[in-house]
């Protein structure tokens, strides 16, 4: 290992610590953030329902319960929200949230889901997706390309997954598939403000035949660009930019 990786992994290490120290000693006192996206209450539950949106110009939609294997092994204050959404050509992506409580461990990788579910992570790529409401701005995202062997009628079939995904909190949206910058920026955020930041972690999955993965990412970033307004509250316009600013989409999407 070269002197530059190991003073990268030697600041990982100090970074981890220090956040996790620095949960360790608010915990007592933490009060939670708001939500970065769109919920209502649950009856009877101290948990949240995300509101994806049920109609979508061009695509109709239902309702997809959460499994009870992940009910039974995220934390149980976690609250989620997730829906299937079909064009009318027969085009379909799962839209899936995952909102935080007070245990952050709520926010997972998704190499573990990925991986469980036998798909093989071939391609990861940072990018941005435009969206144009409430006010045109470029939403960081993390894309995977994927591959899974599959039998149908008895014979071998290959399928690709194309799976985006990214963090949200009140204020602030996290493109960054390491994670780190995130937990710095909750761990700040706690320090100064007592208030721990409630991240979600959403994510669009479609499967294709190989050959047609940049069509069916192209169908999702239309998918996303008209979706994400529905539900998701950030960014929001910055409280006294100016007006040129505004319309230049110049927001800050992250303050980590």
């Known amino acids: 290992m070269n002197k530059q990786k190991w003073i990268i992994f030697v600041t990982a290490l ?25 919920t209502s209450p649950i009856a009877g539950s101290r948990n949240l329902r995300v509101e994806l949106p049920e109609s979508l110009s061009g695509y109709k939609s239902e309702l997809v319960e959460t499994p009870a294997i992940v009910i039974d092994t995220l934390p149980k204050d976690t609250s ?5 959404y ?5 085009f379909q992506t799962v839209v899936n949230v ?3 409580g007070t245990d952050r461990t709520s926010l997972h990788k998704p ?13 990861t790529e940072m990018t941005t997706v435009p969206i144009e409401r409430p006010h045109h701005y470029e939403l960081p995202v993390i894309k995977l390309q994927t591959t899974k062997q599959l039998v149908m009628e008895g014979q071998p079939v290959t399928a690709r997954g194309i799976y985006v ?3 949200v909190a009140d204020g602030a949206v996290s493109g960054d598939p390491s994670g780190l910058k995130r937990m710095w920026s909750l761990a700040k955020h706690l320090a100064r403000t007592g208030e721990l930041q409630r991240w979600a972690y959403i994510t669009y999955f479609a499967v294709c035949r190989p050959g047609q993965e940049e069509m069916t990412y192209n ?6 660009a008209a979706s994400v307004p529905e539900f998701q509250l950030v960014p929001a316009p910055v409280v006294g930019a100016p007006v040129s600013a505004v ?5 800050l999407l992250l303050t980590e």
């Open 247 to 251: 319309a230049a989409g110049k927001q």
């Open 219 to 224: 169908r999702m970033k239309e998918l996303i």
């Open 165 to 167: 995904y990214w963090f």
């Open 111 to 123: 190499q573990f889901c990925l991986d469980g579910a036998g798909w093989t992570i071939d391609q």
């Open 80 to 84: 989620y929200g997730q829906r299937r």
């Open 14 to 38: 100090l970074l981890i610590g220090g956040t996790a120290g620095v949960l360790a000693r608010f915990k007592a006192n933490q009060k939670l953030g708001r939500a970065g996206v769109k």
């Open 86 to 90: 079909q064009a009318e050509d027969g």
């Open 98 to 100: 995952v909102l935080m």
